[in-house]
């Protein structure tokens, strides 16, 4: 019981802390005179009332997290706070169903960034701001905010921590503590963010637009302020900057963090999985403009360049921003585009997807295997650089890979269950489950998921929540040795 009462008192915690990102929208309406005031003062208010009914009781409860309550918070924070998520969206525009209001709020969270509005353009400020701060904040997770003022409340933090970042987290040169190292690492998230928005604003972007983007873009959400995403301003210099902190977002924040505490770039040059990722992103966009040029789709290269470069970073690093409908272009690029979301970005980024680590180890194991025929009797462990890679890592990178595929799998045959065309199917359920937002044909980038049913809706956003908690952090609660003492 004391257990429960404890998951009650955090996520009490935590919704109390979201009616306070309300307030920051209240505000701006208020200052504003958009319309929404109303929406959020009583959402606000709703929010705080049931997170101070859920904190305040539970106040005197023993606090202790085991590992088992763990992953229990990280799957309840992040499938119920969207519920809260939506308050300001149900009561601005009552015709939105529930089901697209947590569609819309759950995007935002696991900074999927697929979305069912339209007419962003026309939306009142605060609303927009309100999805653009949700992802800022999913960006770096939910738990891990929370991890820095756990020990306030005498709660240990390293059960969540854990349970939220599952797999290869780099630590040598971190605080020594979570909470310092989740602090270290949300000033860096901010730091940068703030880069962001100066550097959109002297691109041409107004302050507001580039609060907006700064946020999508370093939480690799891909959510805008307009209809046409990022090809509504048109502008060169827009993208490049766009582009530059996507990649910066798509690397391990604590290796900004080292960089930043040792004044050196070499922490960037010695880290394998940053410099594997950009040697495949970067390689890929020459390698589609060059196709999308003999196809004849631009008149030049370097048009095609420009273009190729945008988009293939924006999903391959699951932003999802687009300034151009790829779903016209050779299928070729589009559908390698969807590749690279699945494995390119870093481990502890704010991307989603297998993760880089997870490929190199998969990659260096399959060499070794086939080491192994040829030398039968040799003994030769894994390496990544000078670190030996423990069998158990390995079994573990293994079995996630295995239940990534097969949790697509269904997903995509549950679409096609529903009516969905395949390429509709995989490229949505792709998309969803990587956090990358934008797929092709029905929920290409020229249109959005408003046109899927609710069933397959629901079946998107389970996607989104699934990649956003790394498969393990849901699955594991139907495992019923979790539950054994």
Not at 324 to 329: A, E, G, L
Not at 390 to 395: G, L, Q, R, V
Request: proline share 4%.
């Amino acid at each position: 019981m004391n257990v429960i009462l404890t998951i009650v008192h955090i996520f009490g915690l935590v919704t109390m802390g979201f009616s306070g990102l309300m307030t920051t929208c209240l505000i701006t309406s208020k200052i504003a005179e958009d319309g929404a005031t109303t929406a959020f003062f009583e959402s606000t208010l709703i929010t705080l009332l049931l997170g101070t009914l859920m904190f305040v009781p539970t106040l005197r409860i023993p606090k202790k997290i085991s590992r088992q309550a763990g992953f229990l918070l990280v799957a309840i924070t992040w499938s119920l706070t969207p519920v809260f998520c939506t308050l300001p969206l149900m009561i601005y525009m009552p015709e939105l169903s529930f089901i697209d209001a947590y569609f819309e709020a759950a995007s935002a969270l696991t900074t999927t960034g697929a979305t069912i509005l339209t007419g962003l353009d026309n939306l009142p400020m605060s609303i927009n701001l309100w999805r653009h701060e949700l992802q800022w904040i999913g960006g770096m997770g939910i738990i891990i905010l929370a991890v820095a003022i756990l020990p306030i409340l005498g709660v240990g933090g390293m059960q969540l921590y854990k349970a939220e970042s599952p797999g290869t987290v780099k630590e040598s040169d971190l605080p020594p503590r979570i909470a310092q190292t989740a602090k270290a690492l949300w000033l860096v998230y901010a730091g940068i963010t703030v880069a962001c928005i100066i550097a959109l604003r002297l691109a041409g972007m107004n302050w507001f637009d580039a609060f907006c983007h700064a946020f999508s873009a370093m939480s690799l959400g891909g959510f805008s302020t307009h209809d046409n995403s990022i090809g509504y301003f048109g502008s060169l210099s827009i993208e490049m900057v766009l582009t530059i902190f996507e990649l910066l977002a798509a690397i391990n924040f604590a290796t900004h963090y080292i960089a930043l505490r040792k004044h050196s770039f070499n922490p960037y040059i010695y880290d394998r999985e940053a410099r594997a990722f950009l040697v495949l992103v970067l390689g890929s966009c020459v390698l589609a403009a060059l196709v999308l040029w003999h196809a004849g789709t631009y008149p030049d290269f370097f048009t095609a360049l420009r273009y190729a470069t945008f988009n293939l970073v924006t999903i391959a690093t699951d932003c999802g921003y687009a300034n151009q409908d790829f779903n016209q272009w050779p299928i070729f690029v589009p559908m390698w585009m969807l590749f690279l979301s699945c494995l390119s970005v870093s481990s502890g980024s704010t991307g989603g997807g297998v993760r880089m680590i997870r490929t190199i180890i998969l990659i260096k194991q399959a060499r070794l295997e086939m080491f192994k025929f040829i030398h039968p009797f040799a003994v030769k462990p894994m390496k990544i650089g000078d670190t030996i890679v423990s069998s158990n890592i390995i079994t573990s990178v293994t079995g996630f890979i295995f239940l990534y595929f097969i949790c697509i799998v269904i997903l995509v045959f549950a679409l096609l269950l529903s009516g969905l065309d395949f390429i509709s199917a995989l490229s949505a359920i792709v998309a969803c489950f990587n956090n990358a937002g934008p797929g092709l044909n029905e929920v290409g980038p020229a249109t959005n998921y408003a046109r899927l049913s609710d069933f397959q809706k629901v079946v998107c956003t389970f996607a989104m929540l699934l990649g956003r908690v790394q498969i393990f952090s849901i699955v594991i609660l139907f495992v019923p040795e979790f539950w054994k003492k």
